[in-house]
């Protein structure tokens, strides 16, 4: 299985981004999709999951401004976000797995395949 995640950039507080995850290998879509990110000095949060059947779970946080949807045909996961805010910089990463339970869904140690990353930046 391999994870690409693209489209971080640096943006003005109250902007839009839409990141992208393009997975390969990684028959089916079954399990748990999910976004997490990590900023300095923090642990790696979960902020978004989508299982196989299009539920959605949200950080609370983000709740209301970020979106996370997937396109099967193109084996690519996305995260819209909008009116960003400086506490959501952070390196944003995709992870993939089958085996995740929904319970667990938000738990960064139960995934197994990972991006390397793509960073987002928001100034003030």
């Known amino acids: 299985v391999h994870v690409v995640e693209s489209g971080g950039d640096s943006v003005q507080a109250g902007g839009s981004l839409r990141l992208s995850c393009v997975v390969s290998?990684?028959?089916?879509?079954?399990?748990?999709l999910a976004w997490f990110r990590q900023g300095p000095g923090h642990e790696r949060e979960g902020v978004a999951v989508i299982s196989n059947s299009d539920t959605t779970s949200y950080k609370d946080s983000v709740k209301g401004r970020f979106t996370i949807s997937k396109d099967n045909a193109k084996n690519t996961l996305y995260l819209q976000m909008n009116s960003l805010k400086p506490e959501d910089t952070a390196m944003y990463y995709c992870?993939?797995?089958?085996?995740?339970?929904?319970?667990?869904?938000?738990?960064?140690?139960?995934?197994?395949?990972w991006g390397q990353g793509t960073q987002v930046t928001v100034s003030s």
């Open positions: 290998g990684y028959r089916h879509w079954v399990g748990c």
């Open positions: 992870a993939v797995d089958r085996m995740v339970a929904w319970w667990a869904r938000l738990l960064a140690n139960k995934y197994q395949y």
